[in-house]
């Protein structure tokens, strides 16, 4: 460059570590936040790819279960593995709470609305498939497809989108809680 006086001038700079990895992790938690933007607009269809794994449908699946749900939703190369201790948390004997780690990934909603809506659409729901079959017991043995006493996610939204409620998967995932 040149100075005031049109004289040559010299500027050097130099590289720190410190700025480096700033950088690093400055391009880390953009990345992180990227993730967890594709994990909530995802959420939905994670919910249903962890409730088929959860064969105790107790609402936790192992860390293998995760990845491969993380993977096949998300169709993102990533070492899950990796990233299991940045986006959830294992309980002691190292499984995984699918529900709670999808919690984090939603809107808030006042509680008194939220309940409201689902207990409307619940009494909406039972009328309609009690009136369809001989009664709940009846109506539980036909949409429960896979015999296991358990009517899971997958089912639930199957009988919502055979009676056209017009509901969308958030508004389906809302009931289902």
Known sequence: ?????????????????SSAKFHSLRQQDETIQKLRERIFNRRHD??????????????????????EGMSKVLILKINWASMVDYLCQKDADGDLCYTQFLDR??????????????EKGG????AMIVSSSQGLKDAFL??????????????FTDI???????????????LMR
């Open 1 to 17: 460059t040149l100075d005031n006086n049109m004289k040559r001038e010299y500027t050097q700079f130099y590289a720190e570590k």
């Open 46 to 67: 994670l919910f249903m790819e962890f409730t088929k794994a959860d064969t105790n449908n107790d609402g936790y699946i192992n860390e293998k279960q995760w990845t």
């Open 105 to 118: 990934y939603q809107i808030p909603v006042d509680k008194k609305m939220q309940s409201a809506f689902q």
């Open 123 to 126: 009494q909406r729901i039972v």
């Open 142 to 155: 036909l949409y429960d497809k896979n015999r296991d006493g358990v009517i899971s996610f997958e089912e």
């Open 160 to 174: 919502l989108t055979q009676y056209d409620l017009g509901l969308t998967k958030e508004q389906m995932y809302d």
